[in-house]
């Protein structure tokens, strides 16, 4: 039995290898020949399966622990497959700060088709015991949340959703299965934004959902094949290619990410970090408990004054975009940017500020994104002398 970072760099053995390629070819045929009529042939028709998807497919199934794994061609289709597992007068519970085309895709398509949600702060449990029905199927959140990094015990999760007979459901994009397996946990079905950390290069947009038993996976089977939103055999193949690498390049996300912490908790621009890294908090209890790292983003809030769009305007490596979890650094302001569609009630509500930055911290060398973030604080600084010096 291999250790969980070769198994990322190996994957699994393949069938039908005749030529000695180390990796999986990229099979483009949307068909397969049938021998006879009656032949019982492993793939037919692309939609239904394909060989470099199905090895992406295994692959994470593998380094999940689950029994059957799916690629599709976004993070939001392979939640529209699970969540396409239940149906009308079906209620689910779910974190109050998931990912935003989750929220939109609940509240402007699920609801639509009957489907019933209540969503409640996922760190606290009686909140959830409170929201279970009589038709509650399922409990569906974030482990870290964005962009506050807020952590929710998967193991606590499962534990009431088990005693209530209902699935677990967790998006463990910020995560990956290099730092967490939420099946292992006691979760049901495990769903990623592949476009993330799994692909790593900003190159591809894909999903992943992995299910912990066959009836639950059969039934996601059914929503892939029947609906079609699978991920291409080019794009399979460059998640498969970015997972031989997942080990690497989280370690040195989370060195950086606490390298660049440290730095921010000596700066005066900075009011306050959003990291479950820091100790202190349940935050960082329940990390420390249930993960093997504390992830590569960082979120913080500037000091009242200062003008966060200039800060990350100023900034010179570190790139202005959203998305996260890949080898470059990107950063973004939520309130501007991935949470715009919030009012700003809401906004306020979630906690997101506007002074609140979210850095997804890339693999470049620290002392470069450092001095980065340092120039374009200190050109903050000054700012604020000369305004104080002129206002006397
Ligand atoms: C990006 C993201 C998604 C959506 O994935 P796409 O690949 O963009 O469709 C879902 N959940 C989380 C946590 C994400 O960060």
Known sequence: MSEFDTKLVHGQSQHDNQTGAVNVPIYNSSTYIFPKVDSKITWDYARSGNPTRNYLEDQLAALENGTQGFAFSSGLSAIHAVLSIFSPGDHIIIGNTIYGGTFRLINQFFKRWDLKFTEVDTQNLDEVEKAIQPNTKAIYFETFTNPLLKVTSVKAISKVAKAHHLLTIVDNTFLTPYLQRPLDLGADIVVHSATKYLGGHSDVVAGIAVAKDKAIADRIYFNQNGVGAVLSPEDSNLIRRGIQTLA?????????????????????????????????????????????????????????????????????????AVSLGAVESLIELPYKMTHAELSPEEQLEAGITHQLVRLSVGIEDPKDLIHDLSQSLDQLSKDKVIEESSGR
């Not at 390049?249 to 921010?264: E, G, M």
């Not at 820091?278 to 408990?289: F, L, N, Q």
């Open 248 to 320: 690497v390049r989280l370690d040195r996300h989370l060195s950086n990410a606490a390298k660049i912490v440290a730095f921010l908790q000596n700066r005066p621009e900075v009011s306050k970090i959003y990291y479950p890294g820091i100790e202190g908090s349940k935050d960082y209890e329940i990390a420390t408990a249930e993960t093997n790292g504390y992830g590569g983003i960082v979120s913080f809030e500037l000091e009242k004054g200062l003008k966060t769009t200039e800060f990350v305007e100023n900034l010179d490596l570190i790139q202005l």
